[in-house]
């Protein structure tokens, strides 16, 4: 299986980047936390305090996640770990697997929260919402960026069926 070349991993990165930002937002009507990634991410520059939105700080919260989402994780994915992760149609799922273990282990205490969040105001429930969108942005990232022509394939049959 071929392994995605660099401009599809961006596209893909960039369009599962906008879905998963907008999907947290969703959250509360499933009872879960709303998670402003920009806000998170500009405790990063803001002495470990959320973001106010749209300060700069949140601006810069944002552009850190776009910048990875977009650029640095898509080609992160395409580049170094495609060839060694696990299952043709699960290699996006585990990469998002391996990003809610990193930003669990990682970022969360980096912003003060604490291991798995523990520190946030609903530990539980921000994780499990953390999980959902990473997922799903690994699943998007593998899915559209194909690797071995998938996306190409699929694109090529439905037009076939259509016609």
Known sequence: M?????????????????????????GPALGLPPIDFAATL??????????????????SGLTIHVVAGTLVL???????????LPGRPWKGATFGLILWLLSQVVRMPALRLGFFGTNAPRPF??????????????ILLGWIS?????????????ARRAA
């Open 74 to 84: 898509p080609l992160v994915y395409a580049r170094v770990l495609f060839a060694i």
């Open 42 to 59: 500009g405790a990063l520059v803001n002495g470990g305090q959320a973001a106010s939105p749209l300060s700069g700080a949140w601006w």
């Open 125 to 138: 429930l921000g994780a499990i919402a953390i999980l959902i969108a990473d997922l799903l942005y690994g």
């Open 146 to 158: 194909g690797g071995g022509g998938t996306a190409e394939r699929f694109a090529v049959g439905h």
């Open 2 to 26: 071929e392994r995605p070349n660099a401009p599809q991993a961006i596209g893909a990165g960039f369009i599962a980047t906008v879905l998963t930002t907008l999907l947290p937002f969703g």
